[in-house]
């Protein structure tokens, strides 16, 4: 039995859902998602609620029944509230700068590290004295703030030993003591 694919979505008020054939349409006040249904999973909508069914109790339609649900809410919470990531930038001289969509890192190389982040995105960077800088990554599609995220991660990892890196803010990094003499 799926727990979470039975429990039905509230459609909040100012975001509207359109359902053509397999093709999932959500409009809200932050922008327009769509997502494609497969495996014979249905999407209907009772009494201001969204409702994901399946036809039978085989492993696969369990998996897509929980699968469907959560994409769904997470877009109707995307275009109604919206989803935001802020990335930490721990070491000496790591610094964060951006103008419009243009993201520059000094992350210890020779040379900064310059990313153009998708339109959708919305960027911010904040650097106060004496704390370390904050990338501040805004949008209403969770899957795509969570890939800029990790891409921006993947240009320097934190290590375990000093921590130095780029972390997400209130990630809890695993140390390892270094050399016993």
Known sequence: MSRIGNNPIALPEGVTLDINKNVVTIKGKLGALTQEIKDDITVKVEEGSIIVERPSDSKSHKAKHGLYRSLLNNMIEGVSKGWSKELELVGVGYRASNQ???????????????????????????SEKGKNPIVKLTSFDKQLVGAVAAKIRSMRKPEPYKGKGVKFVGEILRRKAGKSA
């Open 100 to 126: 419009g969509q243009v993201l520059d890192l000094a992350l210890g190389f020779s040379h900064n590290i310059v990313i153009d982040v998708a339109p959708e995105v919305k960027v911010e960077t904040i």
